[in-house]
């Protein structure tokens, strides 16, 4: 079983990336999907979840209105909006996949699977 998340880079205050999260070897659609990231010095903390039907989502208030989570269950993928960037977005983002699929999961002890991560840096 493999996650791998990509997209991530350099990016100026306000603009835009794009995350996606590729799953091998298991079935992304039977599985809630998070995403987390890690800033040096932090603790890690989830960004959004999104349930295995897409149709319920949850995100911090920091994030709140500027990131969008999706689900592509046929082309098993998940995906991260970010939108105006912000400098304390800088972290290293992970995907993740959790059982119980109907609901979210703000635990990460609740994710059973995990990507290798990718570096989001913003500039100010």
């Known amino acids: 079983v493999q996650l791998q998340a990509s997209g991530g880079g350099l990016v100026q205050a306000g603009g835009s990336l794009r995350l996606s999260c590729a799953a091998s070897g298991v079935t992304l659609a039977d599985y809630a999907v998070g995403w987390f990231r890690q800033a040096p010095g932090q603790e890690r903390e989830q960004v959004s979840c999104i349930v295995r039907s897409g149709d319920i989502t949850d995100y911090p208030d920091s994030v709140k209105d500027r990131f969008a989570i999706s689900r592509d269950n046929v082309k098993n993928m998940v995906y991260l909006q970010m939108n105006n960037l912000q400098s304390d977005d800088t972290a290293v983002y992970y995907c993740?996949?959790?059982?119980?699929?109907?609901?979210?999961?703000?635990?990460?002890?609740?994710?059973?699977?995990w990507g290798q991560g990718t570096q989001v840096t913003v500039s100010s």
């Open positions: 993740a996949a959790a059982p119980y699929g109907s609901r979210c999961h703000k635990s990460g002890g609740a994710y059973r699977y």
